[in-house]
């Protein structure tokens, strides 16, 4: 099977040591089902991370018309699935080997900062993702 990717997508997430590795083994899986295995995997709670991407970007990292990064409406430098900053987050990202413009490095990063951090970065979009009838 190739592996079809957007523009400016490429696959790759750190490993324990924070070296980039390459992983294709998701790119068959859905969206939430990428979500949910990277999260288990990483410890965070996988429905908490579904909801978060959901309500953030309604879980796009591209654009399915122009091929894009999906960025934010209200600030341009929120980028992709979890919306992460660019201009707070873009820096710290790249040095822990994760690239936010791609799927799986978007995805990678926004669980290390849960991990680490909570959901905190996430609090203005916190009516949505902690709405209890939302089931993603």
């Known amino acids: 099977m ?9 696959s790759f997430s750190p490993d324990a040591t924070g070296t980039a590795v390459s992983t294709s083994k998701d790119t068959d899986l859905s ?13 965070v709670d996988a429905s908490l991370a579904r ?16 091929g894009e990064v999906v960025r934010g409406i209200r600030n341009p430098s929120d980028i992709g699935l979890f919306q992460i900053n660019e201009k707070y987050h873009l820096t710290r990202s790249r040095e822990l080997g994760f690239d936010i413009h ?5 995805i990678a990063y926004a669980l290390y900062l849960l991990k680490q951090e909570g959901s905190r970065h996430w609090n ?13």
């Open 2 to 10: 190739d592996l079809v990717l957007a523009k400016g997508e490429f």
């Open 31 to 43: 969206m939430a089902d990428r979500i949910t295995r990277a999260a288990r995997n990483s410890g």
């Open 51 to 66: 909801k978060i991407a959901f309500c953030e970007s309604s879980m796009r990292q591209f654009d399915t018309k122009t």
């Open 102 to 106: 791609t799927t799986e490095g978007n």
């Open 124 to 136: 203005w979009s916190k009516p949505c993702w902690s709405d209890p009838t939302l089931a993603i």
